[in-house]
């Protein structure tokens, strides 16, 4: 039900936009994130919107550089990143949970990040 996409091949200060379909879980009271996990490492926070409000956050390792949005009449999420960096490679996953839920109940399959030098 969750389905990102845009993932690809980029060079260091090179943009690029991902993009979740949410389709069922574009619910009201939901929370939409990214997270992402690079080669050997634990996949971590990246950001998070709500679906009511927009209201947003970031982890501080991609603050002002990237921006998640959502588009409710159709139902997606995205992140906006800019002056990408080679830590930036890995594995972008959307993921989604209940406002009144920690945990994420819900994930996409993966879209993949290389940043090259």
């Known amino acids: 039900q969750l389905q990102a996409s845009g993932g690809g091949l980029v060079q260091t200060g090179d943009s690029l936009r991902l993009s979740c379909a949410a389709s069922?879980?574009?619910?009201?009271?939901?929370?939409m994130g990214w997270f992402r996990q690079a080669p050997g490492k634990e996949r971590e926070f990246v950001a998070h919107i709500t679906w009511n409000l927009g209201t947003t956050v970031y982890a501080d390792s991609v603050k002002g550089r990237f921006t998640i949005s959502r588009d409710v009449a159709k139902k997606m999420v995205y992140l906006q990143m800019n002056s990408l960096k080679p830590e930036d490679t890995a594995v972008y996953y959307c993921a989604a949970r209940s406002s009144a839920a920690y945990e994420y109940s819900d994930w996409g399959q993966g879209t993949l990040v290389t940043v090259s030098n």
């Open positions: 069922g879980r574009a619910r009201i009271n939901w929370v």
